[in-house]
């Protein structure tokens, strides 16, 4: 069984068993017609995360015989051993399959996706290169791949295909003045929708991803692929002309709403959660309690968090999970801070901790400030609360453990 999907990030979802293609994929015949007629196909972005980002695929029309196929570099086996695991890790290969574009579309018709469609003009010579080049690439031991959400995946393995093909016939035509953007604010673009998706993207991915992308990195995401493949113009057989022929929409749905602030969004519960610990911390202080176990809760969660930061970062494949600098607050000694709360909180040990935590969080704060890495701005009142903490604890944890053996 296979599953379709442009973009997945770098953890385990279910969502992908709602990608799968509605039929069974067809063999690629070596057709000797001379005729085609190929087209990039865009689809706008799904509600759910694994759709978020829109996806591309091909469109590869034999006029002679009426064939009409869909190449899609976005599948994936769901039957590879250790599916998950190696998703997790990103040693999971990606794959090119071929269906018909009639079941391609069903879905997006099925899940009200627009779809829109960019006829090339490209010459028979230039079209027949292109159909050969993915004949070739359809061969059982070319199709398989490792996918890379920035670097490999549908998006840039089509732009890749057309700057082979094509070679120094094609020019993109990059704007001059577009504005520069980094990756993360690239995705940022998609992910406002779904608060809590964002939180957990920027969570993952490190610092990597706040270099600015060139323009034909942007090409990852479909829609600025399909910008690129309007303003791009060919040379050969004939006057230099737009890459794009025509234009058709073959779905058109309302776009979906943005939600932004709400009851549930994270900007929300972490302020509530901030302004509650506060509100508890001043009692604590008026009548000389720690309530350590509102802290082993708290850096319970925070050394979890940081465990799989850590994962991520050494023990996967991922490239944008590196240099990620959440750890400076969400540190896995907290799990030892959090035992030790509860366990033995006059221990030495326990405000060396306290101090380490203040210091390293001091330093996230400075990381986002000067621009090292971008944080989630939810997490802000985290920080706060993690620094009010720190220092109550700091400050009062002999005087007031010793008021509490003698109550």
Not at 179 to 205: C, H, Q, T
Not at 264 to 288: C, D, H, N, Q
Not at 350 to 377: C, E, N
Request: a neutral charge; proline letters at 5%.
């Amino acid at each position: 069984m296979k599953g379709s999907s442009c973009f997945t990030l770098p953890k385990p979802v279910l969502f992908f068993g709602l990608a799968l293609f509605f039929g069974v994929v067809v063999a690629v015949p070596d057709s000797p017609a001379q005729q085609y007629q190929i087209s990039l196909l865009t689809c706008d972005p799904g509600e759910e995360l694994y759709s978020t980002f829109g996806h591309s695929a091909i469109r590869v029309r034999e006029l002679d015989s009426g064939q009409d196929l869909v190449f899609n570099y976005g599948t994936f086996d769901f039957n590879t051993s250790f599916f998950y695991l190696k998703f997790i890790r990103r040693t999971l290969d990606y794959q090119l399959s071929v269906t018909t574009t009639e079941n391609f579309l069903y879905e997006y018709n099925y899940f009200k996706r627009s779809v829109r469609e960019q006829e090339l003009a490209l010459s028979e010579a230039q079209a027949r290169a292109v159909v050969a080049f993915l004949q070739e690439n359809y061969r059982p031991e070319n199709r398989k791949y490792r996918y890379d959400f920035f670097f490999d995946n549908c998006s840039t393995r089509i732009r890749d295909l057309f700057e082979a093909v094509l070679g120094p016939s094609l020019t993109w035509n990059h704007p001059g003045t577009a504005p520069s953007k980094s990756f993360r604010n690239m995705i940022d673009e998609y992910v406002y929708p779904l608060p809590w998706s964002d939180l957990g993207i920027d969570l993952a991915l490190g610092a990597v991803i706040d270099r600015a992308a060139d323009e034909g990195e942007k090409m990852f995401l479909p829609d600025y692929l399909e910008a690129a493949f309007n303003r791009a113009t060919i040379i050969g057989d004939g006057p230099e002309r737009g890459l794009v022929g025509e234009t058709k929409t073959l779905y058109d749905f309302p776009e979906r709403a943005a939600s932004g602030w709400d009851l549930s969004s994270p900007y929300l519960v972490f302020w509530i959660l901030a302004v509650t610990v506060g509100g508890i911390t001043f009692v604590g202080f008026k009548k000389k309690r720690l309530y350590a176990g509102l802290d082993a809760g708290i850096f319970t969660l925070l050394g979890l968090l940081g465990l799989l930061l850590v994962f991520l970062w050494f023990f996967t494949e991922h490239s944008q999970t590196k240099n990620n600098w959440n750890l400076f607050w969400a540190f896995p000694l907290h799990l030892a801070l959090a035992w030790l709360l509860v366990k033995n909180p006059l221990s030495s040990m326990v405000k060396k901790l306290l101090l380490g935590a203040m210091i390293l969080t001091d330093l996230g704060l400075v990381v986002w400030i000067l621009g090292f890495q971008s944080f989630h701005p939810s997490i802000l009142p985290l920080l706060l609360l993690v620094l009010l903490r720190t220092n109550f604890l700091y400050y009062n944890l002999n005087a007031f453990s010793n008021l509490d053996k003698r109550r």
